[in-house]
């Protein structure tokens, strides 16, 4: 007797394993390099699908107030036609009349707070305790290190999260994440794209700001704020430094096998064209710094350090080695913290004091 396989999900895990990236990561030299980079840029950018609608900002100031030494905004600006967003603003006291200072968009993952424990708001157990399994308040770290900080919400995230507001309740057992990529792909885009968008809108508000050096621009994020970060970069040509928390992988094993994405985090055809090794590759000569938990329970350390092995494969053929770093920490799915403040002391020509 045969025995056939009656499971879809062991299907699409078999066509993963197997599967092999039309532009994957071929070049020897850095003149092949190039011309992969070039036009494999291109066919990704195309899998983001279109852009919104850009939009006059119309910033409003709602509060301003000061927390641990720094001197902390919360503004409200529009991100495009019809949808506005509030915006977190760390700056470091000690900023000098007319200084300018490094800047770093700080993206956050998944969870129902967004922006709040990242840009450091520990007004609560349930914020104290995001904060504590993460190290998740990078965007207020960072600032005490010196560096101007912003964060936004994702759609669906934070003070933008369609769960509180009963009126958009979404069905039993639907994900907003899914809702939203099913939304967006019907009218040819991708959250990713909106999301990208955003924050692009942000970085135009920051960077107009008489602290705040245009030039020197970093983005870094953790988990869902690392696919973020990553997306950022490859589409914001203002960005100069990047740092990608747990958010480095293969494909086949992280997303078909653990089924650790979601709509959010989905550019239609992607993997068709390149693994994530490859897209962190495309961002060469980006100076990159990665982190990868040893113990992280959703990007397995195995498959996580064979990625970043790929990627570093790819920044050696670029003939930019010292543009990639590490920070394998010790720790679950959080951020290392541990080379950070260096790396973009370093890339934004910033001495942290």
């Keep these: 007797?045969?025995?056939?396989?009656?499971?879809?999900?062991?299907?699409?895990?078999?066509?993963?394993?197997?599967?092999?990236?039309?532009?994957?990561?071929?070049?020897?030299?850095?003149?092949?390099?190039?011309?992969?980079?070039?036009?494999?840029?291109?066919?990704?950018?195309?899998?983001?699908?279109?852009?919104?609608?850009?939009?006059?900002?119309?910033?409003?100031?709602?509060?301003?107030?000061?927390?641990?030494?720094?001197?902390?905004?919360?503004?409200?600006?529009?991100?495009?036609?019809?949808?506005?967003?509030?915006?977190?603003?760390?700056?470091?006291?000690?900023?000098?009349?007319?200084?300018?200072?490094?800047?770093?968009?700080?993206?956050?993952?998944?969870?129902?707070?967004?922006?709040?424990?990242?840009?450091?708001?520990?007004?609560?157990?349930?914020?104290?305790?995001?904060?504590?399994?993460?190290?998740?308040?990078?965007?207020?770290?960072?600032?005490?290190?010196?560096?101007?900080?912003?964060?936004?919400?994702?759609?669906?995230?934070?003070?933008?999260?369609?769960?509180?507001?009963?009126?958009?309740?979404?069905?039993?057992?639907?994900?907003?994440?899914?809702?939203?990529?099913?939304?967006?792909?019907?009218l040819g885009m991708t959250p990713i794209s909106i999301n990208v968008t955003h924050g692009m809108a942000a970085t135009d508000f920051v960077l107009a700001q008489p602290f705040v050096d245009p030039e020197r621009l970093g983005v870094m994020g953790l988990s869902g704020g690392g696919t973020m970060t990553t997306w950022t970069a490859f589409c914001e040509p203002r960005v100069k430094a990047a740092e990608i928390m747990c958010y480095c992988d293969l494909w086949a094993h992280f997303g078909y096998r653990d089924i650790n994405y979601c709509g959010m985090q989905v550019a239609p055809g992607l993997f068709k064209l390149v693994d994530l090794p490859d897209l962190l590759g495309l961002l060469a000569p980006l100076p990159v710094l990665v982190d990868i938990g040893i113990y992280d329970t959703c990007f397995k350390v195995d498959t996580a350090m064979a990625a970043f092995r790929q990627i570093e494969r790819i920044y050696k053929v670029a003939n930019v080695p010292e543009n990639l770093e590490l920070d394998l920490h010790p720790g679950e799915h959080g951020w290392g913290g541990n080379r950070s403040v260096a790396f973009f002391g370093k890339h934004l020509d910033w001495d942290p004091r």
């Design 1 to 186: 007797m045969s025995f056939r396989n009656l499971s879809p999900q062991h299907m699409f895990e078999q066509m993963a394993f197997a599967h092999q990236p039309s532009r994957k990561f071929r070049a020897r030299t850095r003149k092949e390099f190039a011309t992969w980079r070039q036009r494999t840029r291109a066919e990704v950018t195309e899998c983001l699908g279109d852009w919104p609608e850009r939009c006059e900002l119309n910033p409003q100031l709602l509060a301003e107030w000061t927390h641990d030494g720094l001197r902390k905004q919360k503004w409200l600006i529009d991100v495009q036609p019809g949808l506005s967003a509030t915006l977190l603003l760390n700056i470091p006291a000690d900023i000098q009349q007319k200084e300018r200072r490094p800047v770093i968009l700080c993206w956050h993952g998944h969870g129902p707070h967004g922006k709040e424990p990242v840009m450091g708001n520990d007004s609560s157990p349930e914020l104290r305790a995001s904060i504590a399994a993460h190290n998740y308040n990078y965007g207020h770290q960072m600032a005490k290190a010196g560096f101007v900080t912003f964060a936004i919400d994702w759609i669906g995230c934070g003070e933008r999260n369609d769960c509180t507001k009963p009126q958009h309740r979404a069905p039993p057992g639907r994900d907003w994440c899914n809702l939203y990529y099913l939304h967006a792909t019907m």
